[in-house]
């Protein structure tokens, strides 16, 4: 037997549904879609969406994409198609990396945008927090407010006390394009605005000491389970593809300390080409 498809309902008076959330003022009422309707209807309110403001139109988009994942019948283009007239979301993604924005909501952002199920959603956007939170132990300057909480994430997992905490969006997500098992965090719809935005150059990300050896941690562990011995070469190289600016001898230091790794320079590996 078919099960029943789960009802949609549109909060439109939350900025997204999480424990974080702020709310904003709208005049949306709330109503239960079902079934086929679902298609047609998200649709139509993408399109409402053109004649808000930024601040509502790309907020409301967001909560849109994420209500329709269970259903799977709406596309992400089909979405910034209907709400922009862009099937790339380029001012979509412009407007949600022009200000600082609470680290629950770039967490939930991020997640809707990423391939995962309904029941993956929660999961996922625990993992952007604990990068987050690695990126505040490393000492990233780019979060804003006492980072303590999102320290203690790792432990409590209670996104209720992050609310305090913000984040310069741009340049966390350069940081995570920047580590190797960080990266996948990022849609492609997002990694492809950041770098083929026409008339700007992406400002790569700068090394702390701490990030650096994050780094040469990953890339390392990479290399050994795809059955290769890491090299100088290949790190230098994994770098460049990163677009890291700068800390090279930050990257080389931290090489040459891994133990149980010989230095030498040698060519790049496969992985580190591409």
């Known amino acids: 037997m078919k099960a029943e498809p789960t009802p949609i309902i549109n909060i439109a008076g939350f900025e997204f549904p999480t424990r974080t959330s702020e709310i904003i003022p709208v005049s949306w ?29 790309s907020t409301l988009l967001t909560v849109l994409i994420c209500e329709a994942i269970p259903f799977g019948l709406v ?11 862009d099937r790339r979301g380029r001012k979509y993604w412009e407007a949600f990396l ?8 770039l967490a939930f952002v991020l997640s809707v945008h990423l391939p995962v199920r ?29 980072t ?12 209720a006390e992050l609310a305090a905490i913000k984040v310069r969006p741009r ?42 050896e994050r780094f040469v941690a990953e890339f390392i562990d990479c290399e050994r389970k795809a059955g290769r011995e890491p090299t100088l070469t290949g790190l230098e190289k994994a770098a460049k593809n990163a677009r890291i600016r700068g800390g090279r001898d930050r990257l080389r230091e931290a090489f040459r300390r891994t133990p149980n790794v010989t230095v030498r320079r040698g060519r790049p590996t496969k992985s580190a080409e591409k």
């Open 171 to 212: 340049a966390a997500v350069e940081w995570f394009l920047a580590m190797p098992k960080r990266e996948h965090l990022v849609p492609d719809s997002l990694r492809s605005f950041l770098e083929d935005k026409p008339g700007a150059r992406i400002k790569p990300p700068v090394l702390s000491r701490r990030t650096a």
């Open 118 to 146: 309904a029941d993956q959603l929660e999961w996922q956007r625990a993992e952007i927090l604990l990068a987050l939170a690695d990126a505040a132990e490393a000492g990233e300057p780019w979060f804003i407010g006492n």
């Open 29 to 57: 009422r709330w109503e239960v879609i079902m079934g086929e309707q679902a298609l047609q209807s998200f649709i139509a309110r993408a399109r409402s969406l053109s004649e808000l403001s930024e601040r509502e139109r």
């Open 148 to 159: 303590a909480a999102l320290l203690a994430f790792r432990q409590s997992r209670n996104g």
């Open 75 to 85: 596309t992400e283009s089909e979405f910034f198609y209907a709400a922009y007239g």
């Open 98 to 105: 022009s200000e600082p924005v609470p680290v629950g909501k």
